[in-house]
């Protein structure tokens, strides 16, 4: 069975603080997504990376910035965390051409 | 036009009921189509995978897609209250490295 795991399902934290997320998956995936869900708006692609050290910025960049240096891990960096990020974030890896997997989601409070 | 479009419900069945979720889309290069549920605080699971049109079964579920209309359905017979959650549908074009586009999600109630 495919594993994705983010490193904690609830996090609180406070504005101007700097995030991180760890995400890990167990399949040796090539690609691995970031996206957050909110109410109303749906899933958005925040970051990707296709491969090691390759990054590529989805629809919702601002803010946020991504570290992959190892093929299983990817990190979702929030550099200085502020309310209107506040939100579920999901991960999710993918062999490539193949089905996308998501982890269970972190959700995150910035007050 | 957005790229994909998904009934946004909610909606209620009573256990029993045969479910039909849809959703269509504007992309004629999508390839790929996905269902997704997502039960509440969890992450989406994928539930049916196909490529291309026609149908395909999985226990209780049958996703059809139909590329001529850019229409792709999900039925589940005999639902039950353990099939409560939200429903994603998802698809991508044949590239290698690309993206999915999602559905915004309906969520699904079946009544006892």
């Known amino acids: 069975d495919v594993k994705v795991t983010q490193s904690s399902r609830y996090l609180v934290k406070r504005t101007g603080e700097k995030v991180f997320l760890e995400c890990v998956q167990d399949?040796?995936?090539?690609?691995m997504f970031w996206y957050r869900q909110d109410p109303g708006l749906g899933l958005r692609l925040i970051y990707f990376s296709y491969d090691v050290k390759m990054k590529e910025k989805g629809d919702i960049p601002e803010g946020y910035s991504v570290s992959r240096e190892k093929k299983e891990r990817f990190s979702l960096i929030l550099e200085s965390a502020s309310t209107n990020q506040t939100s579920m974030y999901l991960c999710a890896s993918r062999q490539v051409s193949y089905e996308q997997y998501f982890g269970p989601g972190t959700r995150l409070t910035v007050t | 036009q957005k790229e994909v479009e998904q009934d946004p419900g909610p909606l209620s069945v009573p256990e029993g009921a045969i479910v039909s979720l849809n959703c269509t889309y504007s992309?004629?290069?999508?390839?790929?189509f996905m269902w997704y549920r997502q039960y509440s605080r969890k992450g989406p699971e994928l539930l049916m995978y196909t490529y291309s049109s026609g149908n395909k079964e999985d226990g209780r579920f049958t996703a059809q897609v139909d590329k001529s209309s850019k229409y792709i359905s999900l039925f589940i017979r005999d639902s039950q209250p353990s099939d409560s959650a939200t429903y994603l549908c998802?698809?991508?074009?044949?590239?290698?490295?690309?993206?999915?586009?999602f559905g915004k999600g309906i969520t699904l109630s079946v009544r006892p």
């Open positions: 399949m040796d995936h090539e690609n």
């Open positions: 998802a698809m991508r074009h044949t590239g290698a490295n690309s993206k999915l586009t």
């Open positions: 992309n004629s290069a999508f390839q790929y």
